[in-house]
């Protein structure tokens, strides 16, 4: 079986223009999830895939493979599903671009799945960790999660959910963004419409879940930091030099 991971960096980000080449302790950010990314045994390739001459001559510098892909596409994923008709693989993984901190355990943990069930009854796999932060409740840069008993996932928000009627305990659980794929998942992610919890939410993943493709979620103890603002970078270089 080939995996390939991928990437996906885009250089106009509204919240952070420019923050894959942010410099994270002298090496740009999109460096540092490359060095993450392949630490993971079961990655048999990891590209860049980027539709800006900058990230392109940044990772060509520094030898890192990248693909050069369409400016007109609005998610990750359509970035990733644009690799996958170029280059052939069996499962894709897609590895955000702003998460310099990412286990490559956890990269691993995402293909799982797919390499132990073979009559598996999901098309897509995505991570998740305890929200061990009380800020990243009221964040709305972090997406929450709320699986089913198979640990399928059922809705993804940026508010805290479930909401506790009577203040009753309950672990709540965020988004790791790393998610794995088959081919067939990213050609009908291209294919299927944005449905309005999508639109309302701005989480892609739910584009799925939406027309009733099976979300795999995977519980990691990895507790990231993305980077989406200028003041998320202090707060990954703490982690480093500790």
């Keep these: 079986m080939r995996i390939l991971g991928v990437i996906p960096a ?4 509204s919240r952070f223009p420019g923050k894959p080449l942010v410099d994270i302790d002298g090496r740009p950010m999109i460096a540092r999830v490359y060095d993450r990314a392949v630490q993971a045994p079961e990655l048999d390739r990891v590209v860049v895939a980027t539709d800006d001459a900058r990230i392109e001559a940044a990772c060509s510098a520094l030898d890192i493979p990248v693909i050069m892909t369409r400016d007109d596409h609005r998610t990750g994923t359509d970035r990733v599903a644009e690799v996958a008709e170029r280059e052939a ?3 894709y993984v897609n590895i955000q671009g702003d998460e310099p901190l990412i286990d490559p355990n956890s990269i691993s943990a995402a293909t799982a799945p797919f390499l132990e069930d073979e009559a598996r009854a999901f098309e897509v796999t995505n991570l998740m960790t305890p929200v061990r932060r009380m800020s990243d409740l009221s964040d709305n840069t972090v997406p929450k999660v ?30 790791v963004c790393v998610y794995t794929f088959t081919p067939e998942a990213l050609r009908r992610f291209t294919e299927l419409s944005s449905g309005p919890s999508e639109r309302a939410e701005g989480i892609e993943v739910l584009r799925f879940i939406e027309h009733g493709i099976t979300v795999r979620m995977v519980m990691v103890e990895d507790d990231t ?16 030099r500790a």
Excluded: C, F, H, M
């Design 10 to 13: 885009r250089y106009r980000s």
């Design 89 to 91: 693989a069996d499962l």
């Design 146 to 175: 709320v699986v089913n008993g198979r640990g399928d996932a059922v809705y993804l928000s940026r508010l805290p959910i479930p909401y506790p009627k009577d203040n009753r305990d309950y672990d709540y659980y965020k988004q």
């Design 225 to 240: 930091v993305a980077v989406d603002t200028p003041g998320d970078v202090e707060l990954v270089l703490q982690r480093l």
